[in-house]
């Protein structure tokens, strides 16, 4: 038996800047307990990660585990290098970056250079690969995974062949609680009329600075309800990113990969574009993705 | 002799929303004193603005004044209707705001509204009248003022006839204070190639917030030297806005009207651009503009 059997199962942890999320699987495959907390790479001191490491099995047991995230880049436990695209399960699983052999490892992220631009992820890539091995049919796909940097992938045979991010998440935060237009986007954001009416301005090329400062003058101008103004500034910055999506989407449905509260916006926006759409949630993917690179282990 | 003759001269304050500029302008016209502090309309206390204004007389002494700018919002001394636009010298002085008749007013704003969106200024339009004051044949012309939300006007028969704002200014600068491009973001932006680069990319159509993020992707991957992020970031921003500009610009120069230290850098876009551009300053021709509102009183 290989260091890498795990016969009792292992833990895996999606480790972000601000939150971590941590599963056990049991042998089988399967969840057998989680948590969830705020423990993101900048809450942790430098030289903390072993005690932070040493605190998930505290919680959920001593198992080998897979980190993926934040927590493999310059501001985490060590900085993994990417891995260039296209990447997939077995890309990701041969690159592991092993701490302890056999017991601990972090998960690459994955690094874009073309002719245009250069892009990186980290994380996002275990969701993206499992969400192959949960649907096959999404081997050849168009994948955004809405977020504080929002990643458009195209999946080619399985792996990841190219990926856009868009500060998306980031802006609305920055606007909402340092700019101008703070005290206008405190209401939550709704995938209604005025968020698509966002969505359809930028998407059809309306220059985004312009826009979202008319948010201001309209309501100053009594042209907008000020309950409108959160819904349509998201719907702005989406209807935006959805142009570096469609950049490098294919003719086939895109799946909206992530957290169900962001998921619902994106498929709106998506579906109001006229593309075929379908929301996967993002932490069943994570776990498939998880088990898939431990199986893919040599 | 009417109360609005002013034999003595009277004083123009151009106060915006975290600073302002008060000059005393003699009999003839000419600035005879000045000076400008950060007490900007946020920075003055509720029911504080009478002691405000005060403190301007002490400084410069007990003339008549014109006020203009964020003064007259409802975040000022006394919330002024807007004009719409079309609007220009005559109109402004004839919708002044007085608190005393003959002795201090508030020039209002300018608002558009057109089919496609709404829009707003305050302060903008004196130095807008006042450009055309200075120089006749700016009456009929494309007109950039580059700021926290910069403006881009066109002049017909010496008034604004349109404009369109965006926020550039402060979006710069939320990314550089708050986001994650935040550390890469703090070198002085100079008009060089990359920022040219920037320029290019975004006034070509590129999506803002994807090459906003590709900043962070490129140094990280060695793709773009940590030096020439926050010229490249600056130039992003405003070939975006130019996008705005170009809009409802004629097939006649731009006039880049404002602060030296930004026109020169929004100077440099317009002429990579190809489009003929000159730059004024913008304290002048706030003063031209006072002058010719004051004389324009009735």
Not at 33 to 48: A, K, M, N, R, Y
Not at 78 to 93: H, Q, R, S, W
Not at 192 to 216: H, K, M, N, P, W
């Amino acid at each position: 038996m290989s260091n890498t059997d795990w016969p009792d199962g292992f833990i895996a942890v999606d480790w972000g800047t601000t939150n971590r999320r941590a599963y056990r699987l049991g042998p089988d495959g399967a969840v057998i307990d989680t948590f969830e907390d705020e423990l993101g790479v900048t809450s942790v001191p430098t030289g903390g990660f072993p005690e932070a490491v040493a605190a998930i099995t505290v919680r959920l047991g001593d198992y080998p585990m897979l980190l993926a995230g934040m927590v493999g880049s310059n501001r985490g436990w060590k900085e993994v290098p990417y891995i260039t695209c296209p990447a997939g399960t077995a890309d990701l699983a041969a690159q592991l970056a092993w701490t302890e052999w056999g017991r601990t490892a972090i998960v690459p992220g994955l690094a874009l250079v073309d002719e245009k631009t250069g892009d990186v992820m980290r994380g996002e890539e275990v969701q993206l690969v499992g969400l192959v091995a949960l649907d096959p049919d999404t081997a050849n796909a168009t994948v955004c995974h809405p977020g504080t940097h929002t990643k458009w992938a195209r999946m080619e045979g399985g792996r990841v062949a190219q990926f856009r991010t868009a500060m998306t998440g980031e802006l609305f935060a920055l606007l909402r609680e340092h700019s101008v237009l703070s005290n206008l986007l405190q209401r939550p954001v709704e995938p209604d009329t005025s968020f698509l009416a966002g969505v359809e301005a930028t998407y059809a090329g309306a220059q985004l600075t312009s826009e979202l400062f008319s948010i201001r003058a309209r309501v100053l101008l009594s042209l907008m309800d000020e309950d409108a103004a959160a819904s349509y500034a998201s719907g702005l910055l989406i209807g935006a990113d959805m142009r570096s999506g469609m950049a490098i989407a294919g003719e086939d449905e895109v799946v909206v990969l992530g957290r169900p509260s962001l998921t619902r916006l994106y498929a709106a926006a998506v579906a109001h574009c006229g593309k075929p759409c379908r929301e996967i949630d993002g932490a069943g993917a994570f776990v498939a993705g998880m088990r898939a690179i431990k199986e893919a282990i040599a």
